[in-house]
Each structure stands twice: as C-alpha cells, then as structure tokens.
C-alpha cells in the first residue's frame, strides 16, 4: 500500500520561508514517472506548483512560483521536498505531494488528473 505523508507545514510571516516534506512508504521515487507538489485553498482549484521526472530530473513550475519554490528529491530518505521562499499571504493554502506511475506528456506535469497517489496535506499560512 503506497503512503505519502506531507510534514513541515505551519505559519510564517510575508517573506519567509517553509520547507515542506512528502515521506513515501510503500513504493520507492523509482516506481512513479513523475512527483509533484499541489496546492488547494479554500474556494479554489487545486493548482500545480511544480513536478520532477523521477528518471531524468526535468523539473518543471508554475508561473506563479517560478524562481520563488525549489522541488527536489532526495531518493536516499524516499522523500520529496518543496522549498518556499519570499513567501506572500496569496501562498496560503493546504498543500499536497502526488506521485504517478503512468507516463506524462511533456508539459502537463502541473494538471492534478494525471496522478494516482496522493498525500494527506499540510497547511501553509502566511501573514502580511
């Protein structure tokens, strides 16, 4: 049974900084074609922040992160990381990682229908 657990959310303020963590049990980074992090806000869609090619690395954001949040995977600790910086109060949001063991086209990496795996959330909150 695959898990995927998500730590490390909580409050900060406009311009800090978050590092979020999805542990996978179940499965190791080698059994999914891609991971990614998405995140849903009250009223909203969930919208894709940013995913990895487990096999060759490619990474791929959304705009309204780019150069802001760093994706990464740690495949020793099974782990997928997401690096938040300059964060501003338009960033809160419960946020979650997903995995998929089905191949993507290039480019539609960000869209929540191509994963199978998902997480629980954790809740990022930022003040102004």
């Known amino acids: 049974e695959v898990q995927m657990v998500e730590s490390g959310g909580g409050s900060v303020q406009a311009g800090g900084s978050l590092r979020v963590s999805c542990s996978v049990a179940g499965y190791t980074y080698s059994d999914y074609y891609l991971m990614a992090w998405f995140r849903q806000a009250p009223g909203k869609e969930r919208e894709g922040l940013a995913s990895i090619d487990t096999g060759l690395g490619n990474l791929h954001y959304a705009d309204s992160v780019k150069g802001r949040f760093t994706i990464s995977l740690d495949t020793a600790k099974n782990t997928l990381y997401l690096q938040m910086n300059s964060l501003k109060p338009e960033d809160t949001a419960m946020y979650f990682c997903?995995?998929?063991?089905?191949?993507?086209?290039?480019?539609?990496?960000?869209?929540?229908?191509?994963?199978?795996?998902w997480g629980q959330g954790t809740q990022v909150t930022v003040s102004s």
């Open positions: 997903a995995a998929t063991q089905t191949p993507v086209f290039e480019g539609l990496g960000l869209y929540s229908y191509n994963y199978q795996y």
